[in-house]
């Protein structure tokens, strides 16, 4: 047992430990940086820039406000409840990176049903968002609660039923091999990337991921207009700032998935010196992340919010039989070849 | 390790699955039973059957569960008090029948033998698929069929107008 945590795999894999997570909150605090200030270009106003050069010490002026707010517990919360809530919607947000490989060798672990884990982990975040709108004891974050249950529920289906086809083809779970099956070009210049295969599913999947992540034009849980701020509503504070966290680390457990399953993961051309050709695979699959993060928040910044209904009758009348539909044509075409 | 690690997550299945009965709240019924199916799948996956365990929290507690709390949300109930007086009957059934469950889970464990489930490739997802494709497949397809039916059933209640 000692020799275990003396060993040099023991050190190695606390050092990715380390690494990844310091890098994937780093990512997350600007992450929001980024949204803001792009929000901000698109509406033509300059956004938060005082902060440091171009505002960049900003998510660091954030966290200070938040740890030092004092700590609002609403009348008649839930008390237990309403501490949880904000803690059960972090924890799988952020353990789902254990298994997402940002490289050949930057990955903590590497499950045989690696996919799968990701999407049970992340079912259970939706618990973060009911329990947090139940315990608030207040109106508005009751209806927000509700509707987001509803809606995760709903779209979570046709997300996992979109890369089925993908599975079909890669014939594994193992995001490792889902990305080292994508190796390689055709004709020498297309990549052999899912997305080319799979263009339907790429497509549900990408609109099934925004609807449950909760972000515009698909958030309805927080809808302003509507219901103050939704199910965090009566948040404030570190409690507060550990949901926007978990939505953001969502948003980047989404994109890292659809970077895998579509678009090779972190396959892209090799080139240079030994040390570069340690660090592009990183940079290829950060890039690609960034490059979803970027289309979500520019979807943020210029579709406007749809309404309940319409929400669920896409989800249930257009994404679902899309993705059926691909699956039937997918496992035919795999089956006849 | 993994014995303890067994023990422990078995103990707090247990415990778990009492305090859905014991408790007076439904909801915090359902948040006992998310910890109760959550601590199933780490048994799982002590035993090598990491597609269970995932499979087992993604139907049961990312979604089933997340309907239950919805509805109970939606109807907003109130803490029952009286309920139990209403199905004290049920206590004199559930001794019965609780030990018959036993005794029947006995019997197939007992019939099946411990050894059998620890080959290696058992637990993964070809093993599974291959098993309910062939060996499995009438029973899996009138599983289905009855989860259709049941279905069909939801959505005749939920009309008005049939």
Request: charge should be neutral; glycine fraction near 6%; charged fraction near 10%.
């Amino acid at each position: 047992m000692i020799e275990y945590f003396t060993s040099r795999e023991f050190l190695v894999l606390m050092a990715k430990m380390v690494a990844i997570f310091g890098g994937v909150m780093t990512a997350l605090a600007y992450t929001t940086l980024l949204e803001r200030r792009m929000m901000a270009f698109v509406q033509m106003r300059p956004g938060p820039n005082r902060v440091g050069p171009f505002g960049l010490l900003q998510p660091l002026a954030d966290g200070l406000k938040f740890l030092l707010k004092e700590q609002v517990v609403p009348t008649n919360a839930n008390v237990l409840l309403y501490y949880a809530a904000p803690i059960v919607s972090l924890i799988p947000a952020l353990l789902s990176f254990s298994v997402i490989p940002f490289g050949p060798d930057l990955k903590i672990t590497d499950l045989n049903v690696g996919l799968l884990f990701i999407f049970a982990i992340t079912s259970l975040g939706v618990y973060g968002i009911v329990l947090g709108g139940w315990a608030s004891n207040s109106k508005y974050p009751l209806m927000g609660a509700m509707r987001a249950s509803a809606q995760m529920l709903s779209y979570e289906l046709s997300l996992t039923l979109s890369v089925v086809g993908v599975l079909m083809i890669s014939r594994t779970l193992s995001l490792a091999h889902l990305v080292t099956s994508q190796q390689g070009t055709w004709f020498g210049f297309i990549p052999r990337w899912n997305i080319f295969l799979q263009p339907v599913a790429f497509f549900v999947y990408v609109i099934s991921a925004v609807a449950e992540t909760n972000r515009l034009p698909f958030d309805l849980a927080e809808s302003e207009q509507e219901l103050v701020a939704g199910w965090h509503t009566e948040y404030s504070g570190m409690k507060f700032a550990m949901f926007f966290l978990a939505e953001y680390a969502n948003m980047v457990t989404v994109s890292s998935i659809a970077t895998i399953l579509f678009l090779g993961g972190w396959n892209g051309p090799m080139f240079g010196p030994c040390w570069l050709q340690m660090a592009l695979p990183t940079v290829w699959f950060v890039s690609k992340v960034f490059a979803f993060i970027f289309a979500y928040i520019m979807i943020r910044a210029t579709v406007p919010r749809i309404r309940y209904d319409q929400l669920m009758q896409f989800g249930w009348k257009v994404l679902l039989p899309l993705a059926l539909a691909n699956i039937l044509i997918t496992s035919l075409v795999v089956a006849l070849s | 390790m993994i014995q303890i690690l067994f023990l422990l997550f078995a103990a707090l299945a247990v415990g778990a699955a009492i305090n859905v009965l014991v408790q007076k709240h439904v909801l915090y019924s359902s948040l006992s039973l998310i910890v109760m199916l959550t601590a199933v799948s780490a048994l799982f996956i002590l035993l090598q059957a990491e597609f269970l365990a995932v499979i087992n929290v993604i139907v049961y507690a990312g979604a089933i569960v997340v309907l239950f709390i919805f509805v109970i949300m939606l109807l907003n109930l109130p803490v029952d008090e009286d309920g139990t007086d209403r199905l004290r009957w049920l206590k004199f059934a559930g001794i019965p029948l609780g030990l018959f469950l036993l005794f029947l889970i006995g019997a197939t464990v007992w019939n099946v033998g411990v050894a059998s489930s620890s080959t290696q490739m058992t637990g993964s997802p070809e093993a599974i698929g291959q098993s309910l494709f062939t060996d499995y497949v009438l029973p899996f397809e009138l599983t289905s069929l009855l989860i259709l039916i049941a279905l069909m059933g939801a959505v005749v209640f939920a009309k008005k107008d049939v």
